[in-house]
């Protein structure tokens, strides 16, 4: 099992704390973190900040978790993947997904319909562009080159590479089964140890009818962690965080999170938190978040509470596992990252009958 950590997200670029942000990477790398992935909703971009990275990092996989589909055309986004593994040393791994149709209406001003579909079509022409090929390519949101004009079928300046390790982040039925049918790997959310089969059961089902071995992609999902005995204290900051997914994740409408924990057990619990967060009533929404869906979702607790934790995504089939250490300060979020990566690294000599 490899150890993964993020940064950026939402509210990244509030601050301009992009220093200390560097610093505690390279801390983490320092410690045997195995990706660094940057994150891109509506703060900073997943890119730039990542380029920054591989010239102050020397090991470290660097990857996108995620690049929005829609906001960048497909060619773009091979042109980018590719400029990003010549500067890191083919450290790079790209992460793509549909995003929601909040931001995808909203931010960038592309209809969200058809999400899937839309997906397959920029893998396709990311991966011909990636071989060197001439980029030629007749689906329904993406036609290439555009008919009726002056453009010509062109490949790619850059080398070919097609090496470049392809990571979804997905979390309905068929998108999960198109990861296991196409993909290096899978940037999970919402997963739920207890009930693999409701998102990497999936990925596997779809990578067994493609002829892959299912054994072949790497399943990534984690949550925050942090120690200490008094679990109520631990769990009561994360209440709002998990009604925010549920609740705010999508529209009233579309919201895969919620659908995915839904599928994983939390059924009437998720829907009640949704209608509770849309109608406004958000502090109520998040006391009734489970304590058991936090607590499957979180590395929270006393070392062994943490390793129990830690074995039972394992056994789920979890082979990354993302991290996101807490604390008071960076000493502290240090400290919990040590901690957890000393356990999945005597977890993984458990393994290895060392």
């Avoid at 990275?53 to 497909?74: D, H």
């Avoid at 400029?83 to 969200?112: N, T, Y």
């Avoid at 089964?177 to 990497?200: C, L, N, R």
Wanted: aromatic share 8%; proline share 4%.
């Amino acid at each position: 099992m490899k150890v993964s950590i993020a940064y950026g997200g939402p509210a990244s670029g509030q601050k301009r704390d992009w220093d200390r942000q560097v610093e505690f990477l390279r801390e983490a790398e320092q410690m045997g973190v195995d990706i660094i992935w940057s994150a891109e909703a509506w703060g900073m971009d997943g890119i730039s900040t990542l380029a920054y990275l591989a010239a102050v990092t020397k090991r470290v996989q660097l990857g996108t978790g995620i690049l929005q589909i829609s906001a960048r055309t497909p060619a773009m986004t091979a042109m980018t993947a590719l400029s990003m593994a010549a500067i890191s040393g083919d450290r790079f791994i790209l992460g793509l997904g549909v995003s929601g149709p909040q931001v995808v209406e909203g931010l960038h001003g592309v209809k969200f319909k058809q999400p899937l579909t839309r997906l397959r079509e920029t893998v396709d022409i990311v991966k011909q562009a990636f071989t060197g090929e001439k980029i030629t390519y007749g689906g329904s949101h993406h036609v290439l080159p555009l008919p009726g004009g002056e453009g010509k079928a062109l490949r790619l300046a850059q080398p070919a590479n097609d090496e470049i390790p392809i990571w979804l982040a997905t979390l309905g039925p068929k998108s999960l089964e198109y990861t296991g049918e196409v993909a290096d790997g899978w940037v999970g959310t919402s997963f739920v140890p207890s009930a693999p089969q409701a998102t990497i059961g999936y990925i596997q089902a779809g990578a067994g009818r493609a002829g892959r071995d299912p054994n072949s992609l790497d399943y990534q999902a984690g949550g925050a962690v942090q120690f200490g005995e008094d679990i109520d204290q631990l769990v009561a900051p994360r209440r709002s965080g998990v009604a925010f997914t549920l609740g705010a994740m999508g529209s009233s409408i579309t919201n895969f999170y919620n659908d995915a924990y839904r599928r994983a057990g939390f059924d009437e619990e998720a829907l009640k938190v949704q209608r509770l967060w849309i109608t406004g009533d958000r502090e109520k929404a998040a006391q009734l978040v489970p304590i058991e869906l936090i607590l499957q979702t979180n590395f929270l607790g006393s070392v062994s509470q943490v390793t129990e934790r830690v074995r039972a995504y394992r056994d789920a089939g979890v082979t990354v596992l993302r991290v996101q250490p807490e604390g008071a300060d960076a000493q502290e979020r240090l400290d919990s990252l040590g901690g957890i990566v000393d356990i999945v690294r005597t977890l993984n000599r458990e393994r290895d009958g060392e």
